[in-house]
Structure formats: structure tokens, C-alpha cells
């Protein structure tokens, strides 16, 4: 979003909640992938051969691009092409842009309300 004109404390409030988001789910994507890649390596020595580690790269590759959807603290550039979702930095613009209209909708329609309404 552009973040000009907006008033610098709102302006920290707003990227700390999108860091404690981000904190959250690249938190429960390494739950996820810690078993799934122990899981992935076990597979990999049971069956052995020159491709033993086949699972365990394709964990590997689904971590990386994870981690570029989330882009935690920014450094990635942004997910392209074939994804539908793009990244959670497009989602979480997308849910501003919902949640600031709604606001508005429901700040006017008090301002009408107060002003169809005469004071006691």
C-alpha cells in the first residue's frame, strides 16, 4: 500500500501486525516442515539408491518457495506467474483494502444516520 500521507504511528502499527502475521505462519510452515522433512530423509535411507534423496529435495524446494510466499522480512521479490495467490503480501494488501472499505462504509453511514437524526 502507499504509505504516503498516512501518519507515521499508524504506519508502525500496521507493519508491526503484518510482521506478527508473517512471524505466524512462517512459524506453523516450519512445524509442518520439520516431520514432513524428517519423514521425506527416513523414506530417502529406507529405499536407498543414487536418488535416495529425491523426497527429501522436493521438501526442500516446497520450503524455498514458501518461504518466498511468506518474504518474511521482504528480501524476495514477489511470487510470479502460475500462482494464483501471488504472495501473502498481495493477501494481506488485498484484506487492507477490504477492511479500510468497510470502514469507510460504515463511517458514513453513521455520519448519515447522525445527520438524519435530530439532536435531543
Given at each position: 500500500?502507499d504509505s504516503v500521507g498516512r501518519n507515521p504511528?499508524?504506519?508502525?502499527?500496521?507493519?508491526?501486525?503484518?510482521?506478527q502475521i508473517k512471524l505466524l505462519v512462517d512459524?506453523?510452515?516450519?512445524?509442518?516442515?520439520?516431520?514432513?522433512?524428517?519423514?521425506?530423509?527416513?523414506?530417502?535411507?529406507?529405499?536407498?539408491?543414487?536418488?535416495?534423496?529425491?523426497?527429501?529435495?522436493?521438501?526442500?524446494?516446497?520450503?524455498?518457495?514458501?518461504?518466498?510466499?511468506?518474504?518474511?522480512?521482504?528480501?524476495?521479490?514477489?511470487?510470479?506467474?502460475?500462482?494464483?495467490?501471488?504472495?501473502?503480501d498481495s493477501i494481506l494488501e488485498q484484506v487492507?483494502?477490504?477492511?479500510?472499505?468497510?470502514?469507510?462504509?460504515?463511517?458514513?453511514?453513521?455520519?448519515?444516520?447522525?445527520?438524519?437524526?435530530?439532536?435531543?
Open positions: 500500500m504511528r499508524i504506519e508502525l502499527i500496521r507493519e508491526t501486525a503484518v510482521l512459524g506453523l510452515r516450519d512445524a509442518v516442515l520439520i516431520p514432513v522433512s524428517l519423514g521425506a530423509a527416513l523414506i530417502g535411507l529406507f529405499r536407498g539408491g543414487p536418488d535416495c534423496s529425491r523426497e527429501f529435495n522436493r521438501v526442500l524446494k516446497v520450503g524455498r518457495r514458501s518461504e518466498r510466499w511468506i518474504n518474511l522480512f521482504g528480501h524476495h521479490r514477489p511470487l510470479q506467474g502460475d500462482s494464483r495467490t501471488g504472495s501473502m487492507e483494502i477490504v477492511v479500510k472499505d468497510q470502514y469507510q462504509k460504515k463511517r458514513s453511514a453513521t455520519e448519515k444516520t447522525e445527520q438524519n437524526d435530530p439532536p435531543d
